[in-house]
């Protein structure tokens, strides 16, 4: 598996978070860019209008296709995997997989999928906010911890400078937490803006990848480029937390290698009291393995 340089290590510990430059090639940007435009008109998981009054905040509904059908227009697609065979194989794509291990360990799942089209729009203010909701808002780790979850982001669009729809973040604030409005809406969102005095807005190239815990501030900046901005999410956490975009092993670990499928929650036998809370003999060797297409 690929390693980490040195100066990598370091960053990651002390900014909380990694950008790896062309980690996808042009023909990968396409097809999956591609496939943003081809799913939005497809059923699935897209941010629910009654967020705060029949539902808590931060809920998806399913619905018949994305609200915008413009593949330029704003669309937030969960649970990816069943669109096609490269959303499942990208679970454990290197290098991004094998930096995930080294940085977190073995024992972990797939716990998320997003596609994020974020449309020109100048009326979009940005936000910035941790994942894992209010409650692992409130946890800060020990700085020699491996991170509770991560994410990967894969740049779909080129971000050549500021305010394009940016990923912004602010470094170091997974171990120094920032002011955020504890008595506002529940939603964890911050005071801080992408514009707060402590924010970097990070650029890059299409194919690129962002790596950050879900402790670190962030969110996207306001897109003024004139283009859609587009971005696939790989969210992984430690094998206790369990996944959350969906319930149970879903259906398509059944087209899934065995790495694969241990990382959508398959532990190779039937659920148990202390499933997932201890993890399998075997967990090490099919995360690690030489082999992991078995
Ligand atoms: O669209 C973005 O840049 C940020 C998305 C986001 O906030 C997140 O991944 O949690």
């Not at 002390?14 to 496939?35: K, M, P």
Request: hydrophobic share 35%; charged share 25%; with cysteine.
């Amino acid at each position: 598996m690929k390693e980490l340089s040195a100066e990598q290590r370091r960053q990651w510990k002390t900014d909380g978070y990694l950008h790896l430059e062309g980690v996808l090639d042009a023909d990968q940007v396409a097809f999956f860019a591609n496939e943003m435009d081809r799913i939005r008109r497809l059923p699935g998981w897209e941010p629910d209008r009654r967020q705060g009054k029949e539902l808590p905040i931060g809920h998806y509904a399913w619905l018949d296709h994305a609200r915008d059908l413009d593949p330029a227009g704003f669309m937030d697609r969960r649970d990816l995997l069943s669109y096609h065979q490269a959303f499942i194989d990208l679970i454990d794509a290197a290098p991004v997989f094998d930096y995930v291990v080294e940085i977190m360990g073995p024992n972990i799942l797939l716990s998320m999928t997003q596609a994020i089209t974020r449309p020109a729009d100048p009326q979009f203010p940005g936000y910035t906010h941790t994942d894992g909701g209010e409650s692992l808002r409130l946890t800060r780790l020990a700085e020699s911890s491996p991170p509770v979850a991560l994410k990967a982001m894969y740049l779909l669009s080129d971000v050549p400078r500021e305010n394009c729809g940016n990923l912004t973040v602010f470094p170091g604030s997974h171990l120094r937490q920032i002011p955020f409005n504890e008595d506002g809406p529940k939603y964890p969102q911050s005071r801080m803006t992408p514009y707060s005095p402590g924010a970097a807005q990070l650029t890059g190239a299409a194919g690129d990848v962002y790596l950050f815990p879900h402790a670190l501030w962030h969110g996207p900046s306001r897109n003024e480029s004139g283009n859609a901005r587009k971005v696939l999410l790989y969210n992984y956490c430690q094998l206790w937390v369990r996944c959350y975009d969906y319930d149970a092993i879903p259906p398509e670990a059944q087209r899934a290698t065995p790495r694969q499928r241990r990382l959508l929650g398959d532990l190779g036998y039937d659920f148990r009291p202390g499933s997932y809370f201890y993890v399998p003999n075997d967990q090490t060797e099919v995360i690690r393995g030489a082999n992991p297409a078995g």
